[in-house]
């Protein structure tokens, strides 16, 4: 009888493909969940195992509390990831996930001696390009909700759900934190291909930023 990895609740895993030639971790943007790549293994080869990873303070990691520096997140999952790094792999991340992503794949090279095949980024301006916004993960309360309507990335009955939101804000709150201190470091560039989709109607990250992964 054939044994079948067990993904913990970090690693989402939505359809276990333990034949699968090659894994895609996928990592979301600020305040969300690994639920939004649930539906992401029915339209891709079967020959690659979907891979979401839940971020501290949300989902199945409901109970952990949300971190709040990139280093600190990276050195949290890098060794929670390395036991299913026993197979080609490759990273997707979206908005903030994209730069954890990176961060991720150089740490992992350093720490460990593994490389993604691919790093693919979305909606996420190179690391080494400072974001020209100012810092919102310390705003009074009013004031951050009117950000998070401005950035129209949370939806307006979230927004107006006191309970919800309760919840949400401090993971919200974290998430920019994570991105509003990040100071880039100068290494190596990674020996992987990188992959930067970007949308033609984002006005948060523009084509400049998107080139910056080059």
Known sequence: MKTIRKFNSYITCPKPLPQASARLFCFPYAGSTSLIFRTWAASLPKNIEICP???????TQMKSPPLTRMETLVKA????LFPHLDKPFAFFGHSMGGLLSFELARHLHKEYGKKPVQLCVSASRAPQIPSPKRPIHALP???????LRRLNGTPASVLENTELMEILIPILRADFAVLETYVYTQEPPLECPIAAFGGLEDQEVTVEELEGWR
Request: no cysteine; net charge negative.
């Open 141 to 147: 309360e009013t004031e951050f909700k009117q950000e």
């Open 53 to 59: 990873v839940e971020l501290p303070g949300r989902g």
């Open 77 to 80: 999952i890098a060794p929670i």
